[in-house]
């Protein structure tokens, strides 16, 4: 009886998701038709920062791909009673477990399936994420998909595609980043998965993961990338100290995520100092030369920074790989997304007492406002800080 209800929910949501793409495809033809009747003969396209991502194949990837790791996952139970399953395996699903309990019985996330069946995949990353930026912007374009709303990323299953959309982005002009990404969220309509790309992390990495995914499930504003990954993080973040206080884990361990977590709030200050001096360039008046030479100056000074850090704090040398890109703004403009609000939320939820229902509620409340007046009210919150 249990296999029967468990096939007949993959059913039900299989069917669903088939209808969102069947949905998705009709409305291709439609956006393809009227760009081709407003702009006849552009052989190029216009840097918008909003674009329909209604595009057959692509929904059709994306749904493979999930769909073909969600039919190769076992329950954990089932994995941890395997005598084949390495000690090593069985000791992290055991944390993830305790985890998950954890987020249910002290965090107030939600209670269902997610993080309760396990997947091994041939690959360091589930999916490549492509994001990108005008030249002189650090506004992201977005894509609009039929139901998760316009997102600031595509999500690719395979990196070679990922590579062949960015370098079409790129021919347009636009910055572009792509980002192996180690696990996502599906928003409820399945239940996420433990993949071998992220359960092997430190104990405060694998429970902040775990954490950041389960909040999408708790808020998600359709449209409003910046927002949902803020308030994820913000999460995170709150709720990894509550974990290593519940958890007694070694002070060691304790000890080296605080200070690698010190070490990433510097690295993010300095970004978000190199943000601001560029949106102050790319706002200006200047000729775009001027610009592009201000822009330039701004990424040398970011990497001057960066190394005067990294030579007083050898530790720093784990962000070598990320500034040793041909950084841009879609560089900048990915970090931000995960961080620009989470001051906000932070205050909120200290207004809140440090409740999380009530800051859930409040951050509920927040989202369903119109973008100008979301963004309004939480930069009021900051400021009142």
């Known amino acids: 009886m249990m296999m029967i209800h468990a096939q007949s929910q993959l059913c039900a949501r299989f ?11 009709l409305a291709t033809a439609q956006a393809v038709a009227e760009v081709r009747v407003s702009d006849p003969g552009v052989t190029a396209k216009p840097a918008v920062s909003t674009r329909s991502a209604y ?26 009673a395997d005598p084949a399953t390495l000690p090593s395996l069985r000791n992290k699903l055991e944390l993830a477990k305790r985890i998950r309990r ?51 990323y595509r999500g690719y299953y395979r990196r070679e595609e990922a ?21 996502y969220s599906t928003l409820g309509w399945f239940d996420d998965l433990l993949l071998s790309t992220f359960v092997n992390q430190p104990e405060p990495d694998l429970a902040q993961l775990i954490f950041h995914e389960l909040a999408h499930q708790v808020v998600w504003v359709p449209g409003d990338t910046r927002f949902n990954e803020s308030f994820a993080t913000a999460v995170e973040l709150i709720a990894v100290e509550r974990w290593l206080a519940h958890a007694a884990v070694d002070p ?9 977590r010190e070490r990433r709030t510097r690295i993010l200050a300095l970004l978000a100092e190199t943000a601001d001096r560029l949106r102050g360039i790319y706002g200006s008046a200047l000729p775009d030369d001027q610009k592009r030479e201000g822009r330039r100056q701004a990424f040398s000074d970011l990497r001057t920074a960066f190394a005067a850090l990294r030579e007083k704090t050898p530790e720093f040398a784990a962000w070598d ?27 909120l939820y200290r207004q809140h007492q440090e409740n ?4 859930y509620e409040a951050v509920r409340a927040i989202g369903a406002l119109a973008p100008d007046e979301r963004a309004a009210r939480l930069a009021a919150i900051a400021r009142m800080e």
């Open 55 to 80: 595009a057959p194949a692509y929904l059709w990837q994306a749904a493979k791909g999930h769909l073909s790791i969600w039919w190769s996952a076992r329950l954990v139970d089932d994995v941890l």
């Open 356 to 359: 999380l229902p009530r800051f």
């Open 102 to 152: 954890f987020a249910v019985t002290a965090l107030s996330l939600p209670d269902n399936g997610s993080f309760t069946r396990y997947a091994q995949l041939d690959q360091p990353y589930v999916v490549w994420n492509v994001q990108a930026a005008p030249e002189l912007s650090l506004e992201p374009i977005r894509w609009c998909f039929p139901v998760a709303g316009c997102v600031a």
């Open 321 to 347: 790989r990320w500034f040793a890109q041909p950084l841009g703004n879609a560089h900048l403009m990915s970090v931000g997304l995960y961080h620009d609000l989470v001051p906000a939320f932070m205050a």
């Open 163 to 183: 590579e062949a959309f960015a370098q079409g982005l790129r021919a347009e002009g636009l910055d572009v980043q792509v980002a192996g990404v180690s696990a």
């Open 252 to 260: 060691a361990v304790h000890a080296e995520w605080l200070a690698r």
């Open 15 to 25: 069917v669903r998701l088939a209808g969102w793409c069947v949905a998705a495809a």
